[in-house]
């Protein structure tokens, strides 16, 4: 199940998975967020002699806006750091997914106080398919 009621935001998007990445990885950058790794799911299972569409997973964050939500919450670290996940399905159609902040917030406890901390996700997004 997907869609907000299972807490995974789901946007259908019209650029490449690759393309999609790239310009993530820069708008992180370009605002001073580290990206802790990309996970090339497809790529490890054609590894493992298994065919998969393009599938990639950004694992990013800062420190200074999600300690103090772990501080808050120490479940969250189960959730944390944040993560995009980048996907083709088997028609060829890309989508960008993520956790959406306010199931997090319930899922964890998160005070209200600290729901921007991990709100930002839909902006980065936006930011990265306007580029």
Known sequence: MTGRDSGIVVRQIESSVDDTVERLKAVLAAKGITLFAV??????AAKAGL????????IFGNPKGGTPVMLAAPSTALDL?????????AAGRVSVS???AEYLQQRH?????????????EGLVKAALAS
């Open 98 to 100: 993520w956790n959406d």
């Open 51 to 58: 065919k998969m569409p393009n599938t990639k997973l950004l």
């Open 81 to 89: 750091p944040l993560k995009i996940l980048v996907a083709e399905d």
């Open 39 to 44: 996970i090339d799911h497809s790529g490890e």
């Open 109 to 121: 406890g998160i005070p209200d106080s600290l729901l921007a901390n991990i709100a930002a996700i």
